[in-house]
């Protein structure tokens, strides 16, 4: 890519600037004039097509050598493009996916473009803090015993938070009951480049591994990988996700993003000096904060749940409720006040992320931390998450659902009808509610009671939630009888 942006080249093929500073001074202004020389399109010689191997394979195939896989793919709109490619695939192989209840919306998405059938395994929730961790072998096992026709396992390690699920214990289950492991990894993407940090899913067993390289492996924003494990079911997957990736992958891919991953490659392959200083500076944040006695670790007590092996050192969750202030106001003054921008806020707790590499200025973060004021009693109560009522019925496959006639009604008309949306209450994130399943009076009772605690509700109409979508009645009466 280097040597074609600086080539002498009289560029009259695309991207519009041509690569071109000067004739375009904006895109230079605000980026810079090498963006646009690197800004390289697909079908370029010495890139991407000749010699044999080209250097975009090469880097491919570097990055299955790194993370261990059999062959890795680049991505250039996220984890949610893996997700949608691995479940294409899962749809090949069956009708139902068994799938982590906290899954992320793109398999939920995913579902809705395979036509898939979905079986759900729960992971533990945290009510306290408003997470939640991973699943069990135990759990995993019912659930596949519980749908013999399942095409897959899809499970989610590392979570949000940073708490590690058994992948090995996970992989041996799924594949003795003759399934693929699918694991969205998306928070992982530097595990096992350094001893401190955990193994990864493809080193314990996983077919399929969703990698958001960008999050902490330190790619461009929306690169992704897809890693294809070397397990039992490779040489039936591969060909799956080649012709799945001509459906989803764009034809006009960012030279710039699939560069930015090889390069996060190379830091990461060889940056474990720089790795170790990170998890140094996570440390010694933590070491800080229980010092000084106002808040708490929220990962000390992680390896307490059963579904919990490991917890990513990268990531720093900071219990804020028991220092008398919700996460989600602690947020918001840090980013007004302090110019702090946490990943995620719930309203008991903050987790900090800290990039393969990176090293932030702990004094300040510490300092800052402490100087939020109490606003609450130190035991948190206030602040405590509501507890996650259990889904409704399943009417309707996610497919049918969203693809349904719909009409919009209010909360309490809402009740026992069946939503053509996924609802998510932030904080916790996770779904609870998907098309084709239907909206309880105790779901519609927990979401207006986020919405009292500072949170919101990821598909209903409106920020205030006074209604839902839902599939209409006479619709929804055809399809239940039909099935």
Not at 221 to 243: D, W, Y
Not at 379 to 399: F, N, Q
Request: glycine share 10%.
């Amino acid at each position: 890519m280097r040597a074609y942006g600086e080539g002498p080249w009289i560029r009259v093929h695309v991207p519009g600037h041509m690569g071109d500073p000067k004739r375009h001074p904006l895109l230079a202004e605000w980026f810079g004039d090498r963006v646009l020389e690197l800004d390289v399109p697909p079908l370029i010689e010495g890139v991407d097509i000749t010699p044999d191997p080209t250097p975009i394979t090469q880097a491919q195939a570097l990055a299955a050598h790194a993370w261990g896989a059999a062959r890795t793919w680049f991505l250039t709109n996220g984890g949610s493009q893996a997700n949608h490619l691995a479940v294409m695939c899962a749809r090949q192989l069956g009708e139902t996916l068994v799938v982590q209840r906290s899954v992320h919306s793109s398999v939920v998405d995913a579902l809705v473009l395979a036509g898939l059938h979905s079986a759900f395994v729960h992971p533990s929730v945290d009510d306290h803090l408003g997470i939640a961790h991973g699943v069990t072998a135990a759990d995993l096992s019912a659930a596949l015993d519980a749908n013999p026709d399942a095409a897959a396992a899809h499970l989610i390690t590392p979570s949000y938070f940073g708490s590690v699920s058994d992948v090995a214990a996970l992989a041996e289950v799924a594949h003795d009951h003759g399934v693929p492991l699918i694991v969205d990894e998306a928070w992982g993407a530097h595990f096992g480049f350094h001893p401190a940090l955990p193994a990864n899913a493809l080193s314990k067993g996983a077919d399929l591994v969703c990698s958001s390289t960008h999050k902490l492996g330190g790619s461009l924003t929306q690169s992704a990988m897809l890693h294809l494990g070397a397990g039992p079911f490779a040489k039936q997957l591969e060909p799956m996700v080649v012709r799945g990736l001509h459906t989803v992958q764009s034809t006009s891919t960012s030279g710039i993003l699939l560069a930015s991953l090889d390069l996060a490659r190379r830091q990461l392959a060889t940056g474990q000096a720089g790795i170790g200083e990170s998890v140094v500076v996570a440390d010694e944040i933590r070491a800080r904060i229980r010092a000084r006695g106002r808040f708490r670790i929220a990962s000390d007590d992680f390896l307490e749940f059963p579904d919990v092996v490991a917890v990513d050192p990268l990531r720093v969750a900071i219990d804020t409720s028991a220092g008398g202030i919700s996460g989600v106001r602690a947020s918001k003054l840090l980013i007004n006040e302090h110019k702090i921008h946490v990943e995620v806020a719930t309203g008991a707790a903050i987790v900090m992320v800290i990039g393969a590499g990176s090293a932030p200025d702990v004094d300040r973060i510490v300092d800052a931390l402490h100087a939020l004021p109490e606003e609450g009693d130190s035991t948190g109560a206030e602040h405590t998450a509501l507890k996650v009522p259990p889904p409704g019925e399943s009417r309707m496959t996610v497919r049918q659902a969203f693809f349904s006639p719909v009409e919009v009604v209010g909360v309490e008309a809402a009740v026992g009808r069946v939503s053509a949306d996924t609802l998510a209450a932030y904080p916790p994130g996770i779904p609870n509610v998907l098309p084709g399943e239907v909206i309880t009076a105790e779901l519609v009772d927990f979401f207006r009671g986020t919405t009292a605690h500072g949170g919101y509700v990821r598909g209903a109409v409106d920020r205030a939630v006074t209604g839902f979508r839902v599939v209409s009645d006479q619709h929804s009466d055809q399809i239940w009888k039909e099935s």
